[in-house]
């Protein structure tokens, strides 16, 4: 008979990798706390908050709670509505920035940076400019893997590049200087108005994400450089649009990390965490000015988008429950206390042969290298500190859970260094 692995090797293409894969996944049977159990029977403390969204660990009794609760599995948004979704969706507007007062619920983050890019479109046509049709943005972002996320990730050391040629072009400022903060660079947000300048004629937004640039390198930089290109955005009447979908709902050590800057977008866009990982959903967040233009005959008389699960009820109560969980415990200090343990358990990485910069900012912890990573051996490593994560290119980084004990983030910032020296 086969086994479940391979069945696995079989049948199932897993993310960023081949059919069938180089290396065999482990088996999770089981998932609490912020640990996984695997089919060996070995427990893993996890390091990645399962790509950044299991902010509450596994098997949340709140979050539990959402799931069984009787309720509706799901029915089409178009015509119809529910308490949960609407419940979300003002909860969402009362936590981010003041101007942000219409939501729309997509299936993933990628699909809400497809939708936020349609929003900047339909903006620049109602206000007759469709000629407006390219989006600004820096290098060394990262905002899925969709047609429109993929053409404005960096086209060069993103992971997109077989599709050039077929990607619409938009316009690339350099990166950010890779530094949270420290004196101010003007030479930057010149070169970034300089840029704006330039293709004003020709642009319909401006997207990045805030603070921390995520697959795209994990780079940090200064929130005065939000603020510059709000000023910018202004103007030339650009649409500015906030990725948040990793940074959002506390990662940074903001609840957004536009809260950093004291700067509100026209969009942003949230997801991951939203749901605490339970279920797959986002949202696009806008202003009244955003929404009329969109709505107007002109901008096309309303968003021509609307995904067959969107506002799916289930998922809508456990979004709910997560952010409500969120805002009852103190996540602030939680992130504090992380980013705390982090800090000192990173620091003999410094010392290490081949690394080049080590970071915490919030309840992130990076380790990057001069050369890319021996994938298997670093995890390898990490495994052997009882510890999961999962590097790539030259990084070894981890997003803890936020309800993870001082003892298991020490554990994952030792994995991290033994990852780093073994990778």
């Given at each position: ?44 403390v ?7 969204a ?34 979300l ?13 219409h939501?729309?619920?997509?299936d ?33 972002g ?6 429109a ?6 086209p ?11 990607l ?29 300048e ?59 990390a ?66 409500r ?37 919030g309840?992130i ?7 890319d ?5 670093a ?11 999962r ?33």
């Amino acid at each position: 008979m086969s086994t479940l692995r391979d069945l696995d090797r079989q049948h199932v293409w897993h993310p960023y990798g081949p059919m069938p894969g180089r290396t065999d996944p482990l088996v999770v049977t089981d998932a609490r706390g912020v640990r996984l159990t695997l089919a060996d029977g070995r427990e893993l403390v996890d390091g990645m908050s399962s790509w950044w969204a299991a902010v509450h660990g596994y098997r949340h009794p709140a979050l539990d709670a959402a799931l069984h609760a009787d309720a509706v599995s799901h029915v089409m948004f178009g015509g119809l509505t529910h308490h949960p979704a609407v419940e979300l969706a003002t909860t969402l507007v009362e936590i981010t920035p003041a101007p942000l007062q219409h939501v729309f619920l997509a299936d993933s983050g990628s699909i809400s940076i497809e939708v936020a890019v349609k929003m900047c479109l339909q903006y620049q046509r109602a206000h007759g400019r469709p000629g407006r049709t390219r989006m600004m943005t820096w290098r060394g972002g990262y905002h899925g893997d969709t047609f429109a996320a993929m053409s404005v990730c960096d086209p060069d050391g993103g992971m997109h590049s077989l599709w050039q040629g077929f990607l619409p072009q938009q316009v690339f400022a350099d990166a950010p200087p890779a530094a949270y903060d420290g004196p101010h660079d003007t030479a930057f947000d010149e070169h970034l108005a300089a840029v704006a300048e330039q293709h004003a004629g020709e642009l319909a937004g401006i997207v990045v994400e805030p603070v921390v640039q995520g697959a795209g390198g994990m780079r940090f930089h200064s929130p005065r450089h939000l603020r510059a290109l709000r000023e910018i955005a202004d103007r030339h009447d650009l649409v500015l649009v906030f990725d948040e979908i990793a940074t959002g709902f506390g990662r940074t050590g903001e609840l957004f990390a536009a809260d950093h800057a004291g700067v509100a977008p026209d969009v942003m866009c949230v997801g991951k965490a939203l749901t605490g990982g339970y279920l797959t959903m986002a949202a696009a967040l806008c202003t009244t000015a955003v929404a009329a233009a969109v709505s107007d005959e002109r901008g096309g008389g309303g968003l021509m988008h609307g995904p067959t699960f969107m506002g799916n009820p289930l998922a809508s109560r456990v979004a709910l429950a997560s952010v409500r969980e969120l805002l009852r415990r103190d996540w602030r200090g939680e992130v504090e206390a992380i980013g705390e343990v982090l800090t000192a358990g990173l620091a003999p990485a410094r010392e290490l042969p081949g690394v080049r910069d080590v970071r915490v900012l919030g309840a992130i912890g990076v380790v990057e290298l001069d050369h890319d990573v021996d994938v298997p051996a670093a995890q390898a490593a990490a495994e052997r500190h009882g510890v999961w994560l999962r590097p790539f290119r030259n990084l070894i980084y981890t997003m803890p859970p936020f309800v993870s004990a001082p003892e298991d983030v020490a554990r994952i910032a030792e994995a991290v260094v033994a990852a780093a020296t073994d990778g």
